[in-house]
């Protein structure tokens, strides 16, 4: 696994400052074009506008200039249903669909979608609120011909006029130059909201129409690129969960012996090793590993506060998280409720970290988990056995890890793209 520095900062696509510096193969008039744009230049055939330098061609205009704004409403998710009616909710944008919407996963009750706002194809969703200015009014154009579906509370809704219908405007508006806008009418704090008379100020590029296709052909291969490698990495996993409940089974493991929790591990004290997230360096000598989802939170030049592993993984875990991490590297401990965990006698380790990653953790809120631990039991096979099981399912994480790191490289590769055609660069 790559844990150390920022792995897409040494393969992914760079941002447009840095593109020219590694672009050997692309045609010298673009990185041309590219290097004056970055330093204020306008290029010829190109103008100065508010959202930056575009093509001469290309019209400025303003959103609420390109359709009708709508809002969406109702659909609490009280009121889904594993059957009924396709629709769509505000924190889906977030979470599900990136650019456009080809498919729905919700439903509702057909009462319930009948009071709220009903979809067309082509219409392009923003969301009203979210937990950060940064990330409100992302967008989301509605690709479904074959059947109706309606949009909930906290969506607006853009109905194009018919030349701009063109997923084109899906991509177009989760831009850096349209999003930074977005973000300037932002408002709140806790709750973030942005309203359909901001949306409609949005500054906006018409493309003419025989580059719309064009530009959406190339970045809709790249997104069915990123759908292919997310249904292998769900492919990979699923394998992954079959594996994990064969090896850790009462049928597996029927000829062998059970140890308690506390006859297996001891918990290594960590105060010593620890520092306050107001201490993390965003570069430095020593990663920081915590509870959070990332392996490395943080980095710290702290050399005194450094874990050595030896040679010794080690398991850590959170006193309010069910999330287990296997941690094969020197580092240093972050935050408060981060606890480390070892395996007493000789026995494989990380064995026992699938062990644990095989049981169903409940909720057992703060500061509980490890009384919970401490009731479990676990089959112990032979070290031989324990090291072969370990390798195999090692080799399923690290072939789940590469496609992880290939699907982060086709995103940002995508974004890269967005920001040399949607600006007209290219």
């Not at 296709?213 to 969960?241: G, M, N, P, V």
Request: glycine residues 8%; positive net charge.
């Amino acid at each position: 696994m790559v844990f150390k520095g920022k792995w897409l900062e040494k393969i992914g696509v760079k941002k447009l400052t840095e593109i020219t510096k590694e672009s050997t193969g692309m045609n010298p008039k673009i990185k041309e074009r590219i290097e004056q744009i970055r330093q204020g230049i306008v290029p010829e055939g190109y103008k100065k506008t508010r959202v930056g330098i575009i093509p001469e061609e290309w019209e400025l205009t303003q959103l609420g200039e390109m359709g009708e704004i709508f809002r969406g409403k109702g659909i609490p998710k009280s009121k889904l249903t594993d059957d009924g009616v396709p629709c769509v909710l505000y924190g889906e944008i977030y979470t599900k669909y990136n650019d456009v919407i080809k498919t729905l996963d919700s439903r509702t009750d057909r009462e319930t979608a009948e009071k709220s706002f009903k979809l067309e194809y082509g219409d392009i969703l923003f969301t009203g609120s979210g937990e950060k200015a940064e990330e409100i009014g992302k967008a989301a154009m509605y690709l479904i011909k074959d059947e109706p579906a309606y949009a909930g509370g906290d969506l607006i809704i853009l109905r194009p006029k018919a030349e701009i219908r063109n997923k084109v405007y899906g991509y177009l508006l989760n831009t850096e130059y349209v999003n930074r806008q977005k973000y300037k009418k932002a408002q709140g704090h806790s709750v973030v909201h942005i309203y359909g008379d901001n949306i409609k100020k949005l500054n906006v590029p018409f493309i003419p129409v025989n580059e719309q296709q064009k530009i959406a052909e190339i970045l809709s291969t790249w997104d069915r690129a990123i759908e292919l490698k997310e249904a292998l990495i769900k492919e990979k996993e699923e394998q992954k969960k079959g594996k994990l409940e064969y090896f850790f089974s009462k049928d597996f493991n029927e000829c062998y012996t059970e140890e308690k929790f506390d006859n297996v591990f001891y918990r290594i004290p960590n105060g010593k090793y620890r520092i306050n997230k107001k201490d993390y360096l965003e570069k430095g000598e020593f990663p920081v590993v915590d509870q959070s989802k990332s392996y490395i939170a943080g980095y710290t030049n702290q050399k005194e506060k450094l874990f050595e592993i030896n040679n010794n993984p080690v398991i850590i875990f959170g006193d309010h998280t069910r999330v287990f991490k296997f941690v094969d590297f020197d580092f240093v401990v972050g935050a408060d409720g981060t606890n480390i965990l070892s395996t007493k006698k000789e026995y494989d380790i990380k064995y026992f970290y699938y062990a644990i990653s095989s049981k169903r953790i409940p909720d057992t809120g703060y500061n509980r988990h490890y009384k919970f631990l401490q009731e479990m039991t676990f089959y112990v096979p032979p070290i031989k056995l324990q090291k072969k099981v370990s390798k195999i399912l090692s080799y399923l994480d690290y072939n789940i890890n590469l496609l992880k790191q290939e699907l982060a490289l086709l995103k940002e590769q995508k974004k890269g793209l967005m920001q040399l055609l949607l600006t007209g660069i290219v």
